[in-house]
């Protein structure tokens, strides 16, 4: 009899523990495609183009990051005559195909362009 009483003990607090390491998992999980879900918010991207994956997400944000780099780094040059813009680098095209992606499945894509509007 005693040695039921502490079986059905050792169950319940392993089902407990199980329950507890679910909702961390959980919240973990959450909290991962929340982040996944602030990136997407702050990559260009063409509205008409479906949800980008987590594995898309981040290639288009490193193409983006060192986009943004680039643009920096062309602003700090002190002469912009002594360093002609490349026009091989003018406009740039980010394409991300994925390995899941169907045959009618669209890539995504991301664009940018060096030209900045002229402020009068």
Known sequence: VLRRKKKRRCLMAQMQQRQAANM???KRMQSINDAFEGLRAHIPTLPYEKRLSKVDTLRLAIGYISFLAELVASDRAPDPHLHPPNHNDANRKVIVRSSRMSVDS???????SHVRPHVI
Do not use: D, F, G, K
């Open 106 to 112: 669209v890539p995504h894509s991301l664009t940018w």
């Open 24 to 26: 961390r998992e959980r």
